[in-house]
């Protein structure tokens, strides 16, 4: 059994080249079974060609006499094998997404940086196969989408895990047979994790009906990889025609997308995601599927995504973007100051006794200075905002739409108003009033400027 295991390891290490042309490694040491088998087994394989280090990130969330035990085992590991060690101390603020999803984020960012810090090659970590059986159905009930399904990967870099195609009970008869002691973390048992109650209760049931389930589904997730693979290229190449980015945001061109498979147009949803965000972590197959509905929704339609993402219906597009807290703003404007700077925008002022031919262009406007009220002021827009127009008030979300401007520009648009209201939405349209005519002594002259 034990030179089975160390030839499977060895097999797969070399199937996937994770250690080509590498001379040092950190092992992610837990002191359990799966890290004391990988260390033990890379030490048989490369003990003479590659330079180990252990490392044991202590989160800090069982007892002190546990976390004591462990570290002591670690040390003991190191000093049995004469590899160095390292202790990580780190903290773990308990978040949105869970204690296990934060304390996993926060070791892979603690071992990642260690390795830059020791100029290591690779980070090796124990998962194994039970370990990639067990997160493939947890995705399956999770409705993670196809690349969910993928599971646990045996590379991606630098992360690496020899033992992927190992199993558990393999791993526990290795260690029987070799004699070597291990660290049994005790919250393994506990029901009120999601991945022990599967473990516990959902997968012996299962293997009553396959006992070769984890090397069926290892079969089954190789031929979706491949599948995965194919349409993710394919996809990338399409997303170069139906994609763009704008400030914050990435829109895909509806009547382009429409073309396309739904297994293409999920996968452009995905690649959105990615682009803004650096990967795909908490995102599931409901929000692609909500995104790519909004296809059928009216205009101004808009859901709210986990991460701080957002995905609108645009006339043509659906935009998907950061959503940003929107302040109110408000501004005094001081005639004799002749201007100020808001938003995206610089404002200038001047009233004038005379007017000529050029003062009348696209980013100007003039107002009869006697039927304004002031002070001016400039603000962003609020909800329920009107404006007055030839045959009464009308609604400024209204003159947006006719003016087609997209929900998300609206945002950014800003008002000129004095005390009876709207004067000017800069750029897009005046209120019914204040006209200049012959008999006008003051003329309001305001103009604006883009600064982005």
């Not at 590379?155 to 791993?171: Q, Y």
């Not at 194919?230 to 997303?239: D, I």
């Not at 006719?402 to 009876?420: F, G, S, W, Y």
């Not at 008999?439 to 309001?444: A, D, E, M, Q």
Request: charged share 35%; net charge positive; aromatic share 8%.
């Amino acid at each position: 059994m034990s030179q089975f295991l160390v030839d499977r390891v060895r097999a797969t290490i070399e199937q996937y080249h994770m250690f080509d042309k590498i001379a040092k490694i950190i092992i992610a040491f837990s002191a359990g079974p799966d890290s004391v088998c990988l260390l033990d087994v890379l030490v048989d394989l490369f003990g003479g060609s590659v330079e180990f280090e252990l490392v044991y990130v202590n989160h800090g969330l069982r007892s002190k006499r546990v976390l004591r035990y462990e570290e002591e085992l670690t040390k003991d590991y190191a000093a049995r094998y004469k590899i160095k060690h390292k202790i990580l101390n780190i903290k773990v603020r308990k978040r949105k997404e869970g204690i296990e999803a934060t304390a996993r984020t926060a070791r892979y960012r603690a071992l990642s940086r260690y390795l830059r810090r020791t100029g290591a090659d690779r980070v090796v970590l124990g998962h194994n196969l039970d370990d990639f059986v067990e997160t493939f159905l947890l995705n399956i009930v999770r409705g993670s989408g196809m690349r969910g399904f993928r599971s646990i990967p045996a590379v991606r870099l630098p992360f690496v895990r020899p033992l992927i195609n190992i199993r558990k009970a393999d791993i526990l008869d290795y260690l029987r047979t070799k004699r070597l002691s291990y660290a049994v973390d005790e919250t393994n048992l506990s029901l009120d994790y999601r991945r022990n109650l599967l473990r516990l209760k959902v997968l012996p049931i299962l293997l009553k009906i396959n006992p070769e389930l984890p090397d069926t589904i290892r079969r089954e997730v190789e031929i979706l990889r491949h599948d995965d693979e194919y349409l993710w290229k394919k996809a990338e190449k399409v997303y170069a025609r139906v994609a763009r980015a704008a400030k914050d945001c990435v829109l895909l061109d509806i009547n382009k997308i429409m073309r396309y498979n739904l297994s293409i147009v999920t996968r452009l949803v995905m690649k959105a995601l990615q682009d803004l965000r650096g990967s795909l972590d908490g995102y599931e197959s409901k929000h692609y599927h909500a995104i790519i509905g909004l296809r059928d929704k009216e205009c101004g339609k808009r859901i709210s995504l986990p991460k701080g993402l957002y995905a609108q219906r645009e006339r043509d597009e659906i935009a998907i973007g950061f959503i940003k807290p929107r302040a109110q703003l408000r501004v005094p404007l001081d005639v004799s100051k002749r201007g100020c700077v808001i938003g995206d925008y610089k404002l200038s002022i001047n009233v004038a006794r005379m007017l000529d031919s050029t003062s009348f262009r696209e980013n100007r406007e003039v107002f009869d200075l006697k039927d304004i009220e002031l002070p001016l002021y400039v603000r962003n827009r609020r909800v329920g905002d009107l404006i007055e127009t030839k045959i009464g008030k009308k609604k400024v979300k209204k003159i947006y739409s006719e003016h087609r401007i997209a929900p998300r520009e609206r945002e950014n648009t800003m008002l000129v108003c004095d005390q009876k209201g709207i004067l000017w939405i800069l750029g897009i349209a005046r209120a019914y009033r204040g006209f200049v005519s012959k008999k006008t002594k003051n003329f309001l002259v305001m103009e604006y400027e883009r600064i982005d």
